[in-house]
């Protein structure tokens, strides 16, 4: 089964830094772009970072660059977003998301973040 | 990295079709074909509907369809059953090599 799992969310102070993890199984990992999207309580879908099959090219929304980096190990098959000086406007699901051809065709479910003191 | 613009919500009766609406500029839905649509039921993660503007994923009603005609993409939904009311989506490559996504559209079906 062609699956995405995210880990690592949990409660953080403004100003913290926080690892997300997404382990991928049941596909060729390092044949695929990957996403993060987020989704703040309540509101719409926002898309977050981009990373290329071997971790050359980069993409993040300009709410988040310079804070955020993605990554891969595709040795491991998984995708990381460290994520540093959040702030409450950070919190959200982040949803890690498999790209064909430039739309989104696999989703995980998701892990919570929340940034608050 | 304006959000495209959906309507909040519309609503339509079993056996009817709706139409959702979402437009962007030249720089995203009127750039390219790389238009997609998701279906979000609460607490789930989204599901793809539609892919480059109007192609359906395996698995996906005939039901669903997608199109566009310069910077608006649309998404319609006939036959409405009560399993479509969700919340939707719709999302563009950009110019910027990012991607964009509308607000998002609640449909109620009556």
């Known amino acids: 089964e062609v699956q995405l799992v995210e880990s690592g969310g949990g409660l953080v102070q403004p100003g913290g830094s926080l690892r997300l993890s997404c382990a991928a199984s049941g596909f060729t990992f390092s044949n695929y772009w990957i996403h993060w999207v987020r989704q703040a309580p309540g509101k719409g879908l926002v898309w977050v970072s981009l990373?290329?099959?071997?971790?050359?090219?980069?993409r993040y929304a300009d709410s988040v660059k310079g804070r955020f980096t993605i990554s891969r190990d595709n040795a491991k098959n998984t995708l990381f977003m460290q994520m540093n000086s959040l702030r409450a406007e950070d919190t959200a699901v982040y949803y890690c998301v498999r790209d064909t051809n430039r739309h989104m065709d696999v989703w995980g479910k998701g892990a919570t973040v929340t940034v608050s003191s | 990295q304006s959000a495209l613009t959906q309507p909040a919500s519309v609503s339509g009766s079993p056996g009817q079709s709706i139409t959702i609406s979402c437009t962007g500029t030249?720089?995203?839905?009127?750039?390219?074909?790389?238009v997609s649509w998701y279906q979000q039921h609460p607490g789930k993660a989204p599901k793809l509907m539609i892919y480059?503007?109007?192609n359906r994923p395996s698995g996906v009603s005939s039901r669903f369809f997608g199109s566009k005609s310069g910077n608006t993409a649309s998404l319609t939904i006939s036959g409405l059953q009560a399993e479509d009311e969700a919340d939707y989506y719709c999302s563009s490559y950009t110019s910027s090599s990012t991607w964009v996504f509308g607000g998002g559209t609640k449909l109620t079906v009556l």
């Open positions: 990373i290329n099959t071997d971790g050359s090219i980069t």
């Open positions: 480059d503007v109007s």
């Open positions: 030249s720089s995203d839905v009127g750039g390219y074909n790389y």
